[in-house]
């Protein structure tokens, strides 16, 4: 069964930082894409981040680019978004996110993935 524990939300001010950590049971996050998503109250879920299976390439929505940084711990099974300079817009519920496949079309798409966090809140003060 796969699971996947978002964990590292919170609230920060405008400028600050915070590191948000997925633990993934079930699968392998070596061999599996990985991204991260976020959900702001009353809008759709979007693409943040994410990592292919195998690969070292990332991906980013533009908002978010030389702010977050998205990685992988292979021996821990685990990935990270490191997110800097934070604004209020990146208030949101941040959701973990996975997939056996590695197609780049649908890399950045809600239906491109399987499986699922229960998302952990991150909240950006003015």
């Known amino acids: 069964q796969v699971q996947l524990v978002e964990s590292g939300g919170g609230l920060v001010q405008t400028g600050g930082s915070l590191r948000l950590s997925c633990r993934a049971s079930?699968?392998?996050?070596?061999?599996?894409?990985m991204a991260w998503f976020r959900q702001a109250p009353g809008k759709e879920r979007e693409f943040v981040a994410a990592?292919?299976?195998?690969?070292?390439?990332?991906y980013y929505r533009d908002s978010v680019k030389g702010r977050f940084t998205m990685s992988r711990d292979n021996a821990e099974n685990m990935v990270y978004l490191q997110m800097n300079s934070l604004k209020p817009e990146d208030t949101a519920d941040y959701y973990c996110?996975?997939?056996?496949?590695?197609?780049?079309?649908?890399?950045?798409?809600?239906?491109?993935?399987?499986?699922w966090g229960q998302g952990t809140q991150v909240t950006v003060s003015t």
């Open positions: 996110a996975a997939t056996t496949t590695g197609i780049l079309s649908t890399l950045r798409s809600v239906s491109g993935y399987t499986y």
């Open positions: 079930g699968l392998t996050v070596r061999t599996t894409t």
């Open positions: 990592i292919r299976r195998y690969a070292l390439d990332q």
